[in-house]
């Protein structure tokens, strides 16, 4: 085998003359376009910049380059062009030579090029047609439904073609349909035959885990094959086998170490390093990495339906995450915020679940890589969303049978892959959305999610648990959003409009999508925006916000329960602060239903460009309120509260392995910052368990308006020393009687560390710490603290000097907002 990689500088020229330049492979179209400096030097983002794209790209263009081939490449019959991302409609010419068209920007190409090939200088150009012309004529062919406001924030016909569907616009992205060479590019030799894959399956019986490997090949000629597998163990220790290349074998794992999501244990992976031998020779390789473990979906019914979670190792997991979109609008470009940082940072937050919503792009290797080796569990969408596909169209439908096999070959034997659902929302669509589905679309639903997807399923992994949508209470359009069984999607906070205590009255078995809006921090507001832009319902603040009416929703959310900001930065803030007290509202309800609901994945983690959205880390990867508070209402340990305008009650949760012994103390204070009232019981939680630890009365305390002066502050403080802290106030924070706290904050540089000291003298609500042009992680951020109180809180060091860190920390309040 030998490859020649086309990666590098490539030229890019638009076919009606207008546009020449080159560009990076693997990229695209806009980002070379954003790197020559087309949108000038602060980018394609900035201000309404974006607003070009569809003009743009509505021509053809072209990628073309020279490479050169060795005479030894050529000496086999069989030499590929293996294309893992062409983005989207193409034809390819080799030397003149039309090789190939492709039509699907999710699939991986091969063709044999071998006789369009000569030693030395060869050309490739590479058209790509244009798409949006491509989905004006399909959908005048047949226009089927399609959501997302279709035509408003997402351009019309997006379903008619196997493309990202959210480079043509979602209601949190922008209408960039980019073009290019997205993923790698490679002419590949080979000569008796190609290790395409080894399907490896796992049974955990009594403490023994035995794989079974089968070798997938493509044979082109005779030769003496066999497979040899180098398996290295967590410690480093290797072992060499061999297995049968046209059948199946199996190995007992010697003294087997199990993988666990995060929380729940540690990630140890096993690496295969096959080799596919021709007689003596080796012709191919494939390598992976496993993690031993079972992982499906647990159903069984009970007194409220039926449950709905993930079963790891014999233990139900309530999963702790959030939906992730494409990173960012350029799916090549990782500068800004990286994979690996994004993964890190739901690690910090206690994340166990990431689900893969299924209107972007399969992720890749790499992103599903950081899944298994930090306990990530995948909730992994098929790329079909909020749409109806013309699956009575023969060639499309093989098109996206082979779109499943690729990439379900790809990702099946990743230790974090816990589900595959077949689409976003569309099961849901057909019975509530209102637009009047046909007999025949709703059979060409049930034919592509029922019968075809699950039939790809048994072919390529069938021990993976496949779920037809989401969401979904199993299929056949059977009450798709139904509380009692499957997962649920709720939206009635947000989009509806009603209170955050409306989660509160819903018991889901699992929540596998629901969200809220802020804004981004000032410091991503103004990487977009001019000074005459700092107003929300300006054109360029309106750009950047991709949900229709979102800006003034945001304002009406802050109107119900905080008092109007004093200025353009306050309402950022107070808007994060929004965000977080409705989305963990959801989060602390559900787990203390737990058993009842058995999950919480919110709506969203990140974005794809700067922007008001209902993510909890902005573009840029600064952190917002609520991924502060979701990293403290998805800690194993959560104390959390209920009750109604007068009573309280006080429940801790426990969702690690171990039984949870030490002391509950709560205190009701006066907002100046005088001690009422106080209690303290020492309790214990059993593993993976939620109750009811104090139950109080403070109907005489509140009376006559008194709910405005205070607020009940709670702790517990586990045997080992950790605390775990929230509070309550009876009244909306509108009302409260604050007083100025006078935060100060001093700094000490403690070796790896920063530590920083805040001190308030009076109750102080959302301590908010920040820096002028720093963007640094806290230990713990937007957090309450008692009268007379003092909070430690780290950021790890980086490129920063103590000295900065003392010129640019800022320290503030609610209280500081009005």
């Known amino acids: 085998m030998e490859t020649l990689n086309l990666h590098g500088k490539w030229n890019i020229t638009s076919k009606d003359g207008q546009y020449k330049l080159t560009g990076d492979v693997p990229g695209s179209l806009f980002y070379a376009l954003e790197q020559r400096g087309d949108f000038g030097k602060e980018g394609l983002f900035y201000r309404e910049n974006n607003r070009v794209c569809l003009e743009i790209a509505d021509r053809d263009f072209s990628y073309s380059r020279d490479f050169t081939v060795s005479d030894s490449l050529l000496k086999s019959d069989y030499v590929f062009l293996e294309a893992e991302g062409l983005d989207t409609l193409t034809d390819i010419i080799i030397n003149g030579r039309k090789i190939a068209e492709t039509d699907n920007m999710h699939r991986t190409w091969r063709f044999n090029i071998a006789d369009a090939l000569s030693s030395g200088k060869n050309t490739i150009e590479i058209t790509f047609k244009n798409s949006l012309e491509f989905v004006r004529k399909e959908r005048e062919r047949r226009t089927i439904y399609a959501a997302a406001n279709e035509g408003v924030t997402s351009v019309e016909g997006f379903n008619m073609i196997r493309k990202s569907h959210c480079s043509y616009g979602w209601d949190w992205g922008p209408m960039v349909p980019d073009l290019g060479i997205w993923r790698d590019l490679n002419i590949v030799s080979y000569d008796a035959a190609r290790l395409n894959s080894v399907h490896v399956i796992q049974r955990h019986e009594n403490g023994k885990v035995t794989l079974s490997m089968t070798p997938e090949l493509d044979i082109y000629n005779d030769g003496d094959l066999s497979v040899k597998a180098k398996i290295t163990a967590p410690d480093g220790s290797t072992e060499m086998i061999e297995i049968n290349a046209d059948s199946t074998t199996e190995y007992d794992v010697k003294n087997p170490r199990i993988w666990w999501p995060n929380g729940l244990g540690d990630q140890p992976l096993y690496t295969i390093d096959f080799e596919l031998v021709d007689g003596k020779k080796t012709i191919d390789d494939f390598s992976m990495r496993i993690g031993l473990r079972t992982l499906t979906i647990e159903q069984k019914k009970d007194e409220w339906g039926e449950t709905f979670n993930f079963l790891c190792n014999g233990i139900s997991v309530f999963a702790r995450g959030a939906n992730y979109i494409p990173e960012d609008t350029f799916l090549n470009r990782n500068e800004n915020y990286t994979t690996e940082q994004l993964i890190k940072?739901?690690?910090?937050?206690?994340?166990?679940?990431?689900?893969?919503?299924?209107?972007?792009?399969?992720?890749?290797?790499?992103?599903?890589?950081?899944?298994?080796?930090?306990?990530?569990?995948?909730?992994?969408?098929?790329?079909?969303?909020?749409?109806?596909?013309?699956?009575?169209?023969?060639?499309?439908?093989?098109?996206?049978?082979?779109?499943?096999?690729?990439?379900?070959?790809?990702?099946?034997?990743?230790?974090?892959?816990?589900?595959?659902?077949?689409?976003?929302?569309?099961?849901?669509?057909?019975?509530?959305?209102?637009?009047?589905?046909?007999?025949?679309?709703?059979?060409?639903?049930?034919?592509?999610?029922?019968?075809?997807?699950?039939?790809?399923?048994?072919?390529?992994?069938?021990?993976?648990?496949?779920?037809?949508?989401?969401?979904?209470?199993?299929?056949?359009?059977?009450?798709?959003?139904?509380?009692?069984?499957?997962?649920?999607?709720?939206?009635?906070?947000?989009?509806?409009?009603?209170?955050?205590?409306?989660?509160?009255?819903?018991?889901?078995?699992?929540?596998?999508?629901?969200?809220?809006?802020?804004?981004?921090?000032?410091?991503?507001?103004?990487?977009?925006?001019?000074?005459?832009?700092?107003?929300?319902?300006?054109?360029?603040?309106?750009?950047?916000?991709?949900?229709?009416?979102?800006?003034?929703?945001?304002?009406?959310?802050?109107?119900?329960?905080?008092?109007?900001?004093?200025?353009?930065?306050?309402?950022?803030?107070?808007?994060?602060?929004?965000?977080?007290?409705?989305?963990?509202?959801?989060?602390?309800?559900?787990?203390?239903?737990?058993?009842?609901?058995?999950?919480?994945?919110?709506?969203?983690?990140?974005?794809?460009?700067?922007?008001?959205?209902?993510?909890?880390?902005?573009?840029?990867?600064?952190?917002?309120?609520?991924?502060?508070?979701?990293?403290?209402?998805?800690?194993?340990?959560?104390?959390?509260?209920?009750?109604?305008?007068?009573?309280?009650?006080?429940?801790?949760?426990?969702?690690s392995k171990e039984i949870v012994s030490g002391k509950l103390q709560w205190t009701l204070f006066t907002l100046s910052g005088e001690e009422l009232d106080r209690g303290t019981v020492e309790t214990t939680a059993n593993a993976f368990s939620s109750k009811l630890i104090e139950k109080r009365d403070f109907s005489e305390e509140l009376k006559g308006n008194k709910d405005r002066d205070l607020y009940l502050s709670y702790s517990f403080t586990e045997s080992n020393g950790n605390v775990h802290r929230n509070c309550h106030n009876f009244a909306p924070f509108k009302y409260l009687n604050l007083e100025n706290p006078k935060l100060t904050v001093s700094v000490k540089d403690k070796g790896e560390l920063f530590e920083l000291t805040v001190k308030s003298e009076k109750p102080s609500l959302f301590v908010e710490l920040d820096f002028e042009a720093i963007d640094a992680v806290c230990s713990d951020n937007f957090f309450h603290m008692d009268g007379g109180e003092s909070r430690i809180v780290t950021i790890e060091k980086s490129d920063y000097t103590l000295d900065q860190i003392n010129e640019q920390i800022k320290v503030r309040s609610l209280f500081s907002t009005y």
């Open 345 to 655: 940072d739901c690690v910090s937050a206690n994340y166990n679940t990431l689900r893969v919503w299924g209107g972007g792009i399969y992720p890749s290797d790499h992103l599903f890589d950081l899944c298994d080796e930090n306990g990530l569990i995948v909730w992994e969408d098929m790329m079909f969303a909020c749409a109806i596909y013309d699956v009575r169209n023969d060639d499309f439908l093989e098109n996206i049978k082979q779109e499943l096999r690729d990439n379900l070959t790809r990702i099946r034997h990743h230790a974090c892959i816990g589900l595959i659902c077949g689409n976003n929302e569309m099961e849901w669509g057909f019975e509530e959305w209102g637009f009047d589905p046909t007999k025949e679309e709703r059979s060409e639903y049930l034919k592509q999610y029922q019968f075809v997807f699950p039939d790809i399923i048994k072919e390529i992994c069938p021990e993976l648990f496949y779920w037809p949508a989401s969401p979904s209470s199993g299929g056949d359009f059977e009450k798709p959003n139904d509380p009692a069984s499957g997962d649920c999607h709720f939206w009635d906070v947000w989009h509806g409009n009603k209170d955050f205590s409306e989660f509160k009255k819903h018991y889901f078995r699992f929540m596998s999508e629901f969200g809220f809006e802020s804004f981004p921090s000032m410091k991503t507001i103004r990487s977009f925006t001019e000074e005459e832009d700092l107003n929300i319902f300006s054109p360029v603040m309106e750009e950047h916000q991709k949900c229709i009416g979102g800006n003034g929703k945001i304002l009406n959310y802050v109107s119900k329960y905080f008092k109007y900001p004093k200025d353009l930065n306050s309402l950022v803030y107070v808007s994060q602060i929004s965000q977080a007290e409705a989305i963990t509202t959801g989060i602390e309800h559900w787990r203390r239903n737990r058993g009842r609901c058995m999950g919480s994945t919110y709506w969203q983690v990140n974005d794809n460009w700067p922007v008001a959205s209902w993510s909890s880390i902005d573009y840029y990867g600064r952190w917002k309120a609520l991924h502060y508070a979701a990293k403290r209402s998805y800690d194993n340990i959560l104390v959390s509260f209920d009750g109604d305008e007068t009573s309280a009650e006080i429940h801790l949760s426990n969702e």
